[in-house]
């Protein structure tokens, strides 16, 4: 199977005081780019988070949002810093004194300066604490890849049908091109009866004119790489797995046998498949940038 790289995931993990909440989204990118939002106190837990995300993705630019609640009445424990207290207070008076102004200082005035009142965590278990978050982590990261393999399986769906339109074009292409070299032989030889009347057709000239335009539009050896091609790609999507890059450089081989073939191309019906051809290779290569 293959995934898109375009993927949601959410999981809650609730177990005793604590709560755990992970979200996911991802777009496309060409490497695989993590980004962590969470609570200060988890980001020691940062680099275990990032191998745990790695089994389950390998390409994509991904967002992850932890959020964190701890209900236990113990959680933390208020703490007064009376030596930076006194600090404030001394200089604050020492500036009344200095400019003559009234010494209004208060209570709650002083308690709230920087770390004189300070909320301090209780010692936290990090075994157990790594357990409830890896839990939510794998939780939202399975939801994650399966909405990647839906998305996938309708991207599958789509080449598929555009890689059946692109042989369509290249059958006709192999069936359109020996008439040009008759055809064209057919129009010489008019033209030459029609220059030279009665005389007598030098059967070795026409067939030399004839030979060098059926090399300019020969398009086999091309037609023949298009079709490897696009049946390698097709058995790369059934084979699935981590392939985007893969299509991506065999959508650029596609497309440059295209543009040899409408290089070549010497005919109205030619030309407008090979356009055509090229088109739906376009059309390809977008979507491969969707796939992990």
């Given at each position: 199977m293959i995934k898109s790289m375009t993927g949601?995931?959410?999981?809650?993990?609730?177990?005793?005081n604590r709560k755990f909440?992970?979200?996911m989204k991802s777009v496309n990118h060409r490497y695989l780019d993590i980004n962590i939002k969470m609570p200060k106190k988890l980001n020691f837990f940062e680099s275990a988070i990032r191998t745990e995300l790695k089994n389950y993705i390998s390409r994509g630019k991904v967002d992850v949002f932890i959020s964190y609640e701890d209900f236990s009445e113990e959680s933390g424990s208020l703490k007064y810093n009376s030596a930076l207290a006194a600090?404030?207070?001394?200089?604050?008076?020492?500036?009344?004194?200095?400019f003559g102004l009234d010494d209004d200082i208060r209570v709650s005035t002083l308690s709230r300066y920087p770390e004189v009142l300070v909320m301090e965590e209780q010692n936290i278990d990090e075994e157990e604490l790594w357990k409830d978050l890896q839990k939510a982590i794998r939780g939202a990261a399975e939801g994650f890849v399966q909405t990647r393999i839906v998305e996938g399986e309708h991207l599958l769906s789509d080449l598929t049908e555009k890689l059946d339109g692109m042989l369509e074009h290249v059958d006709f292409i192999t069936e359109r091109s020996p008439k040009l070299v008759k055809e064209y032989r057919e129009k010489l030889e008019q033209k030459v009866k029609e220059l030279l009347g009665d005389a007598q057709v030098d059967e070795n000239r026409l067939l030399t004119e004839v030979t060098i335009f059926?090399?300019?539009?020969?398009?086999?050896?091309?037609?023949?790489?298009?079709?490897?091609?696009?049946?390698?790609?097709?058995?790369?999507?059934l084979a699935g797995g981590s392939i985007g890059r893969k299509l991506d450089f065999i959508a650029q081989e596609m497309n440059r046998e295209a543009n040899t073939t409408l290089s070549k191309a010497n005919d109205l019906e030619i030309s407008s498949r090979a356009i055509e051809l090229k088109?739906?290779?376009?059309?390809?290569?977008?979507?491969?940038?969707?796939?992990?």
């Open positions: 949601f995931g959410r999981c809650e993990v609730a177990e005793g909440t992970v979200e600090e404030y207070l001394k200089y604050l008076r020492q500036m009344a004194s200095d059926a090399d300019k539009v020969c398009v086999d050896e091309e037609l023949v790489r298009l079709r490897s091609h696009i049946e390698t790609m097709k058995n790369t999507l088109n739906e290779i376009e059309k390809v290569r977008e979507q491969i940038q969707n796939i992990e």
